[in-house]
C-alpha cells in the first residue's frame, strides 16, 4: 500500500512539473540536434488550416571548415509518407538532394515554410510566419491539398556535420464560423462526444446504487469498489471533455490536462484492480485474498502507474523528441503486460477450483463458480481485443479518413460501455447466481470435465 501511495503521488508531482506541449498550440526547445529530419507536429487540415511558425535563439554548431549554406535548413510541410520516400531518393543519389531545396522531387512535400537564410541577424535570430495550407506543386502544376488531409511540419538539416539549437513555437488550426478550431478535423467533435459520454454513466451509477439497496443484504467490498469506479470513469470522460474543449478553443487545455490525467490514472487503475479482484474471487468466491494474489496485484497495479507515466510523458513531449518512437514502443510493450496478467488470477482461479473438484467433491459447488469465471474471462478479451483493433486502426488510418477519428472513439466508448454492463451484470449482488445452480455431484464433475478440459492442456 505504501509503494502504491508513492506512485501515485510521483505521477501527480511529474505531471504537475512536466512543461506542457499538449494541444496544438507547442512550443519546444532544440538543444544541439543533429538529426536530418523532425517531425514537429502532425496535424489533420481542412481547406481552412494554417499554421502559425516562429523560431527564435537559433544557433548552428558545426566542425566542417566548408560554409554552412542556411537556405539548405529549415521548415516544411509535407505528407506523413514523404520522409520514407524522402529516405529512398537520398540513398539513390548519394545524399546529393536536400528534402528543403527540392520539393517537387517528393512527392506529397510542398514549399518550405521558412528557411535560415530567412533569419533576423543575431542575437534575436528569429523568424515568424503565418500561413495557409498550401496547394501541392508538381512539375509547375499546382494541385489543391484533399479535404481533409493529414499533413506534418517537419525540421530538415541538410548540411552535414551541424548540429541546431533554437527555440520553436507551432500552432496549427482550421478555420470555422466561430474563429480558429485547434482540433484538427475528425477530433473537433471529441468535447462533446466525451460529455455525452460521461453523463450516460450517471443513470448507469444510479442504476447500481438501486440494486445494490435493494440487495443490501447481499453486498460485498467488491461492489463499492464497482460503483466508484463508474464514479471515476464519468469523471474522466468529463475532464477529458473539459480538455478537449479548451484545446478546441484556445489551443492550450489551461490545466484541464492535469485533472484529465489524474482521472485517467485512477480510473485505469481502479479498473485493472477490479478486474483482478474478481478474478480471484475476492470477497463473491472467497473472504480474503491469498499470499499470491496480493503479489500478482500488486505487480499489475505498478505496471499500470508506470504504463500511465509513459502515456503522460509521451503525450507531453511531442514527435519532436529524439526518444519519443522509443518510449512510445515501451509504452505499447507495457500495455500489452498489463493486458496479459489480468487474465493471471482468473486461470488461477478456475484451475484451482477444478482442482478442487474432483479432489475434495464440490464439483456441484465449483461448477457454477467456474462457469461465472469463464464468462468473465471471455467478457474481458473481447473488451481488450476491441480495443487493440480501435488503437491499430487509428495508428495505421489513412491520411485521408483523419476526419473519421470521432467515429473510432465513439466506438471505443461504446464497447467500454458494453464491457461495463457485463461486468456488471455478471457480478450483481444477489442472493443465488444463477450459474451456481447444478444439478447431483456426478453430472457436475462430468460438466467440469467436458467443459473445461482444455484449461488442463
Given at each position: 500500500m505504501h509503494q502504491l501511495t508513492f506512485l501515485l503521488i510521483l505521477f501527480f508531482f511529474l505531471v504537475v512539473q512536466m512543461p506542457s506541449t499538449i494541444g496544438d498550440v507547442k512550443t519546444v526547445t532544440i538543444s544541439s540536434d543533429s538529426r536530418p529530419n523532425i517531425l514537429f507536429e502532425d496535424f489533420c487540415f481542412d481547406l481552412t488550416g494554417h499554421v502559425t511558425l516562429s523560431i527564435?535563439?537559433?544557433?548552428?554548431?558545426?566542425?566542417?571548415?566548408?560554409?554552412?549554406?542556411?537556405s539548405r535548413i529549415g521548415f516544411f510541410f509535407g505528407d506523413l509518407s514523404v520522409l520514407v520516400y524522402y529516405g529512398f531518393l537520398i540513398t539513390g543519389q548519394e545524399g546529393k538532394t536536400c528534402i528543403v531545396e527540392s520539393p517537387h522531387l517528393i512527392p506529397g512535400l510542398f514549399q518550405p515554410i521558412a528557411t535560415f537564410a530567412e533569419l533576423s541577424p543575431p542575437?534575436?535570430?528569429?523568424?515568424?510566419?503565418?500561413?495557409?495550407?498550401?496547394?501541392?506543386?508538381v512539375n509547375n502544376e499546382t494541385r489543391p491539398v484533399h479535404s481533409p488531409d493529414h499533413l506534418g511540419i517537419y525540421f530538415s538539416n541538410c548540411e552535414p556535420n551541424t548540429s541546431v539549437s533554437m527555440h520553436v513555437h507551432v500552432e496549427t488550426y482550421n478555420v470555422d464560423r466561430d474563429g480558429k478550431d485547434y482540433l484538427e478535423v475528425g477530433r473537433t467533435q471529441l468535447p462533446m462526444i466525451y460529455f455525452i459520454f460521461s453523463v450516460l454513466y450517471l443513470p448507469f451509477l444510479a442504476l447500481w446504487v438501486y440494486i445494490c439497496y435493494k440487495n443490501w443484504s447481499f453486498i460485498r467490498k467488491i461492489h463499492i469498489l464497482m460503483a466508484i469506479l463508474v464514479v471515476m470513469k464519468s469523471l474522466n470522460l468529463f475532464f477529458e471533455a473539459e480538455d478537449k474543449h479548451f484545446?478546441?478553443?484556445?489551443?492550450?487545455?489551461?490545466?484541464?490536462?492535469?485533472?484529465?490525467?489524474?482521472?485517467?490514472?485512477?480510473?485505469?487503475?481502479?479498473?485493472?484492480?477490479?478486474?483482478?479482484?474478481?478474478?480471484?474471487?475476492?470477497?463473491i468466491l472467497k473472504p480474503t485474498l491469498h499470499a499470491n494474489d496480493k503479489e500478482i496485484l500488486a505487480t499489475g497495479v505498478t505496471i499500470q502507474v508506470f504504463a500511465s507515466i509513459a502515456h503522460v510523458y509521451t503525450d507531453e513531449i511531442g514527435p519532436s523528441n529524439r526518444y519519443y518512437l522509443f518510449l512510445t514502443l515501451v509504452l505499447l510493450l507495457v500495455d500489452l503486460v498489463g493486458f496479459a496478467i489480468v487474465f493471471v488470477p482468473i486461470d488461477s482461479s478456475i484451475k484451482t477450483l477444478k482442482?478442487?473438484?474432483?479432489?475434495d467433491g464440490t464439483a456441484a459447488q465449483d461448477l457454477g463458480?467456474?462457469?461465472?469465471?469463464?464468462?468473465?474471462?471471455?467478457?474481458?478479451?473481447?473488451?481488450?481485443?476491441?480495443?487493440?483493433?480501435?488503437?491499430?486502426?487509428v495508428s495505421t488510418i489513412p491520411e485521408d479518413d483523419c476526419g473519421l477519428e470521432w467515429l473510432i472513439v465513439t466506438v471505443e466508448e461504446t464497447v467500454a460501455i458494453g464491457f461495463y454492463v457485463g461486468m456488471f451484470y455478471l457480478f450483481r449482488p444477489r442472493e443465488q447466481n444463477e450459474y451456481f445452480i447444478v444439478q447431483d455431484e456426478e453430472t457436475a464433475l462430468a460438466t467440469i470435465r467436458r467443459e473445461f478440459e482444455s484449461d488442463s492442456d
Open positions: 527564435s535563439n537559433v544557433s548552428i554548431n558545426t566542425i566542417s571548415t566548408t560554409p554552412i549554406n542556411s542575437p534575436q535570430s528569429s523568424v515568424s510566419k503565418t500561413l495557409p495550407i498550401p496547394a501541392f506543386t484545446i478546441k478553443v484556445s489551443g492550450t487545455p489551461h490545466g484541464w490536462d492535469l485533472w484529465f490525467y489524474l482521472f485517467h490514472c485512477l480510473r485505469a487503475l481502479l479498473l485493472l484492480t477490479v478486474i483482478m479482484l474478481i478474478g480471484t474471487g475476492w470477497t482442482e478442487a473438484a474432483e479432489m463458480k467456474m462457469r461465472l469465471l469463464r464468462n468473465f474471462n471471455g467478457c474481458v478479451l473481447v473488451f481488450w481485443q476491441l480495443k487493440w483493433l480501435a488503437w491499430i486502426y
